[in-house]
């Protein structure tokens, strides 16, 4: 493989590792958002503060956990393919 080619891969590679990285930290903040919100229905149910509870959002976030939970998995084996990935070709190049 010459220079420019392994240069020409090795950026490919690099930029799906960043934007694999990406999609998994704004995973991981919405998911952090809804533990968030779960804790506060928690706080709400153990003081019997119910009336003070938003079913909608609630219902919402729920809705949202499972499919965001499956993204997040698959992100997360995305970036672990494109960091093993990266890492074979440095060794290959090294």
């Not at 930290?25 to 804790?39: C, N, P, Y």
Request: proline residues 1%; charged residues 35%.
């Amino acid at each position: 493989m010459t220079d420019a080619k392994v240069d020409e891969v090795r950026g490919r590679i690099s930029r799906e590792v960043e934007q694999a990285q990406r999609r998994v930290a704004l995973l991981e903040s919405e998911l952090k958002r809804i533990g968030a919100s779960f804790a506060d229905v928690g706080e709400k149910l153990s003081t019997l503060n119910i009336p003070s509870l938003d079913r909608i959002a609630v219902q919402k976030d729920v809705d949202a956990l499972w499919q965001i939970l499956g993204e997040y998995n698959e992100a997360r084996r995305e970036l672990s393919n494109k960091t093993g990935e990266l890492n074979r070709l440095r060794e290959v190049i090294s």
